[in-house]
């Protein structure tokens, strides 16, 4: 019996001890931040979260404070409250996730990750409307 109790109190103590990574929503699929998620699998605008991923950037567009993180967008919404917000038109970030998609329209190199277009500029990559909107 002191055995098992032994063996529960370490399990309890090293999940205390273990801060897990940040889970970009509920059920398969959204594992952590180690881009097994995809486009159809990301947790869809004004999903909450009460904590930013570790590693992210701020990005101030407009006027406006956003956090970025692997190709998604934050905003505070208040109480210690993140909402995830569509990518705002104007945001320039230093890299996008790797499975972007080059796309050559009226001879501009876009580059499409998760819906979003970015175009390279000498600042980075900024978030652009999708061409023809």
């Not at 881009?35 to 407009?62: E, F, K, Q, S």
Request: aromatic fraction near 20%; include cysteine.
């Amino acid at each position: 019996m002191k055995l098992i109790a032994t063996l529960i109190f370490s399990l309890l103590l090293t999940s205390c001890v273990v801060s897990p990574a940040p889970r970009y929503g509920y059920g398969p699929g959204y594992y952590r931040h180690e881009r097994y998620y995809r486009w159809h699998d990301h947790p869809h605008w004004g999903w909450h979260i009460h904590y930013l991923p570790a590693g992210y950037l701020t990005v101030a567009v407009a006027g406006g404070t956003y956090y970025y993180y692997d190709g998604l967008y934050y905003s505070y919404a208040g109480a210690g409250d993140y909402v995830l917000v569509s990518p705002p038109a104007g945001a320039i970030v230093s890299s996008i996730p790797p499975d972007f998609q080059p796309v050559v329209i009226n001879g501009a190199t876009y580059y499409v990750n998760n819906g979003t277009y970015y175009l390279y500029t000498s600042s980075g990559y900024q978030v652009v409307p999708p061409p023809g909107q």
